[in-house]
């Protein structure tokens, strides 16, 4: 792993020469290191963060799953984004489709979780319109913490009893069937939910930028091509007016980059 952007006296030194430096380019971040990269900001607001993996030509999945353009480092990234979050907020479709299981406590990050004030691993929410979800799953019968279900006021009734039985917790984030983006933001705030992650699917996060309320992308760019009609990484409604997001950090390592866009 090496850090390209900002520029540092190191990473200006390694353009120089190519030579190693006391971090090391040529090998593997430890957790901590990670970690520091990608601390969520200071501030008791709630800051939304999403992370997706794109291929070179702007697919946001294989055959259906975003794994096959993965890497080993997308993966470490991916575990340390979530060991700093209080919840991963998901979309249905991703759940059904990726085989979501709950999240599970790590010890590398049991001292800072602890320090934060967090929980041994972080909530799962999964937003649902319709509820049609598979219940008898670990995800919802056997979480290390209760998993949350966000959706409507007008949600089937049935199916909200079919979740809180399953042991999942339910939350109405919109006044019609479907879940308003930015009250699903403000309800996890509210149970001391401030530090979120989202991992799309495309859809979700889609719906998450139309309403303005993603605050950070961290984006795998995988040196990969596939062609297809591949969904990209967020769909669903567009802006009026394209957002402007800003470069806060990139780092590489075996041909991804690791990029961080915050919105200016």
Not at 7 to 15: N, S
Not at 51 to 69: F, K, Y
Not at 156 to 170: L, N, S, T
Not at 237 to 260: D, N
């Amino acid at each position: 792993m090496r850090r390209l952007f900002p520029v540092t006296d190191e990473t200006a030194a390694q353009a120089s020469d190519g030579a190693p430096d006391a971090r090391g380019t040529d090998r593997e971040w430890g957790l901590p290191e990670l970690a520091e990269a990608y601390a969520y900001p200071a501030g008791s607001g709630p800051w939304l963060r999403g992370n997706m993996v794109s291929t070179l030509d702007g697919a946001g999945q294989h055959e259906g799953r975003s794994q096959p353009i993965s890497g080993d480092a997308d993966m470490r990234i991916f575990g340390t984004l979530r060991a700093l979050a209080d919840v991963v907020v998901v979309g249905a479709e991703t759940v059904r489709q990726e085989g979501y299981r709950p999240a599970r406590a790590r010890a590398e990050f049991a001292a800072a979780r602890a320090g934060a004030g967090q929980g041994p691993a972080p909530v799962i929410a999964v937003v649902t319109a319709s509820l049609d979800l598979d219940f008898s799953l670990p995800l919802f019968v056997s979480p290390l913490v209760p998993t949350l279900v966000l959706t409507g006021a007008l949600a089937a009734p049935e199916r909200i009893a079919a979740a809180e039985k399953a042991g999942a917790r339910v939350v109405v984030a919109g006044d019609g069937a479907g879940v308003d983006p930015a009250r699903a933001v403000q309800a996890l705030a509210e149970r001391g939910h401030t530090r979120l992650l989202t991992e799309g699917g495309p859809r979700l996060l889609g719906q998450f930028v139309a309403a303005g309320v993603l605050d950070e992308l961290c984006l795998t760019l995988s040196p990969m091509l596939v062609a297809g009609d591949a969904q990209r990484i967020a769909g669903g409604p567009s802006v009026r007016v394209p957002q402007r997001f800003e470069l806060v950090s990139l780092l590489e390592e075996a041909g991804f980059l690791f990029g961080r866009y915050r919105r200016s």
